[in-house]
Each structure stands twice: as C-alpha cells, then as structure tokens.
C-alpha cells in the first residue's frame, strides 16, 4: 500500500483565494483525520471522519474551513477565503479502527500551505 | 481541557547515549498514550502505543512507560543512533473522548556522531 496520499505538497497562494487541500487514505480504513501543525500552536486535530461521515468537527477554526469526504477514497479540506494566519502543515491521517479502539493512526506526508 | 507539555524542547547528545523524553498530562484520565517520531518535512510514525492498563512498551531501542497517577510518560531511548535525531511527540486520547488525540509540544532530538 501506498500510505496515506496528500495533495499538493507545496501550496503558496494569496490572500483572499480558495484553497483545497486532498487525501486518500490508505485502503480499508475507515477513519480519516484532518490535522493541522503550527510552531506557535503544535498539531491541532481539525475534523475526523468515520465510514464517510464527519464526527467532530469542533476544530475547526472557523466558517472559512470546511472538509468533505465524498468516498472512502478521498478527502477534502478547502479553506475559503485563506488568510495569512492560515499557513500552516496540514496533515491527513487514516486508521482501520479508530483511536478509541486502541488502532494506529498512519500520517501522510502534510501540505505546506503558505498564504500571502 | 487536556494539556499536554513535553521537556525538554530541544535536546543534543552524543552517538550511543541512553536518553529519556519526557512527557506530562494534566488529566489522567487517560484511554491510550502514543509516541510519534517525526522527520523534517515528513509526517508522523508511530512508535509506540500504550493502553491505560498497561504500565510499558519496548520496541526495540525504544521503551515507553506511563504512569497515570502522576501524569508522566518517559520515553527510553537506548545506545542513541544518529538516526534517532528527529522530533519526537507524545499524544493521548481521554476516557470518553473518542478518536481525539492531543498532541504534546514535542523534543527535537539530535543525536551526534
């Protein structure tokens, strides 16, 4: 397998753009993680989704960020309109389990968004 | 709210040293505690996971305890590698909390030659 795919690596764009981050989990897991990684606030869970329905969305940051997972293949996390304080690390992670069943979270490699 | 703080931030030591890393928790109510090493650039991988039952974990080089009561986890590293060098993050989950992690603030951890 694969691992977990994230897409693009590198995002730079400006202020004010739609940005759209994607992950396709690792085949047969039924959980998907959405993470984010600052140096002032560390890594942050955003949103987690079982069999395709999101679970808790409680950190997500605001109205501008929402994620979508249309499949058990994909995922979505779109930010719109970025802002600076936005740039960030975003990580996806998947688990065949979830973490409350004592499984193992695999992390992709994270898209480095940088807004200007 | 769950506060998790590791120390040091930073550490250098030479080739072949035993170390440990230190993590602390706020609330012991804890359902699991996980050990992540991360390069630069890269994600997460796991190392070593322990359940709220369990006292310790080897892998390895790697031993990992917890303990609950005193709201520490010890990460042992022994006879240090370059290879180690990387930044290391513990993380757990509540009773009750279902899939959420929180992570600590994580040790860079260099290992000299």
């Known amino acids: 397998d694969a691992g977990v795919i994230q897409s693009p690596r590198h995002e730079v764009t400006e202020m004010g753009q739609e940005v759209t981050l994607r992950c396709k989990p690792i085949s047969g897991h039924d959980y998907l993680f959405w993470y984010r990684q600052t140096m002032m606030r560390g890594l942050e869970l955003l949103i987690y989704?079982?069999?395709?329905?999101?679970?808790?969305d409680s950190g997500m940051p605001e109205d501008r960020f929402s994620a979508k997972m249309p499949n058990a293949s994909f995922s979505t996390l779109k930010i719109q309109p970025s802002e600076p304080r936005d740039s960030a690390v975003y990580f996806c992670?998947?688990?065949?389990?979830?973490?409350?069943?004592?499984?193992?979270?695999?992390f992709g490699p994270g898209t480095r968004l940088t807004v200007l | 709210k769950q506060e998790v703080t590791q120390i040091p931030a930073a550490l250098s030591v030479p080739e072949g040293e035993n170390l440990v890393l230190n993590c602390s928790f706020t609330?012991?109510?804890?359902?699991?505690l996980q050990w992540f090493r991360q390069d630069p650039g890269k994600g997460l991988t796991s190392l070593l996971l322990i359940q709220s039952s369990q006292r310790e974990q080897t892998s390895g080089r790697l031993n990992a305890s917890l303990d609950k009561s005193s709201g520490r986890s010890t990460l042992y590293i022994a006879a240090s590698q370059p290879g180690d060098s990387a930044t290391y993050l513990c993380a757990d989950i509540l009773t009750g909390g279902g899939n959420k992690l929180t992570f600590g603030t994580g040790t860079q951890l260099k290992v000299e030659l």
């Open positions: 989704f079982n069999n395709n329905v999101p679970i808790d």
């Open positions: 992670a998947s688990s065949s389990l979830g973490l409350a069943a004592g499984d193992e979270q695999f």
């Open positions: 609330d012991s109510a804890i359902y699991n």
